[in-house]
């Protein structure tokens, strides 16, 4: 079956930089779109990235335009989330995520539409 396992979460001030990893597994890795979401405590799950599976094209939400870059390695089955300019607003959960059928090959931005999750990893970011 499909496994997403994040990585590279943990506790960074204000300004600073992270990289997030997703290893995929079970699945075809090239064929999926890869997408990034996060939840803070008490708000619902939102975008934050999404890849195509050949990696030229991708999308940002608005919040981390500019400041954030997925990118993916599809010989090494991953795909990244460099976070750069950290504020407060980023402190969430971060989960990989990819969909099936029509959602399988485009960048889904709703989390209903999303089949596999990875466990998510958490972000922290303090003033």
């Known amino acids: 079956q499909v496994q997403l396992v994040e990585s590279g979460g943990g506790l960074v001030q204000t300004g600073g930089s992270l990289r997030l990893s997703c290893l995929a597994s079970?699945?075809?890795?090239?064929?999926?779109?890869m997408n990034w979401f996060r939840q803070a405590p008490g708000k619902e799950r939102e975008f934050v990235a999404g890849?195509?599976?050949?990696?030229?094209?991708?999308l940002y939400a608005d919040s981390v335009k500019g400041r954030f870059t997925i990118s993916r390695d599809n010989l090494k089955n991953t795909v990244f989330l460099q976070m750069n300019d950290l504020i407060s607003d980023d402190t969430a959960v971060y989960y990989c995520?990819?969909?099936?059928?029509?959602?399988?090959?485009?960048?889904?931005?709703?989390?209903?539409?999303?089949?596999?999750w990875g466990q998510g990893t958490q972000v922290t970011v303090s003033s």
């Open positions: 995520a990819a969909g099936e059928g029509i959602y399988r090959t485009t960048i889904v931005r709703r989390p209903n539409f999303i089949d596999h």
């Open positions: 079970g699945l075809t890795f090239s064929r999926y779109a």
């Open positions: 890849i195509m599976g050949s990696g030229t094209n991708s």
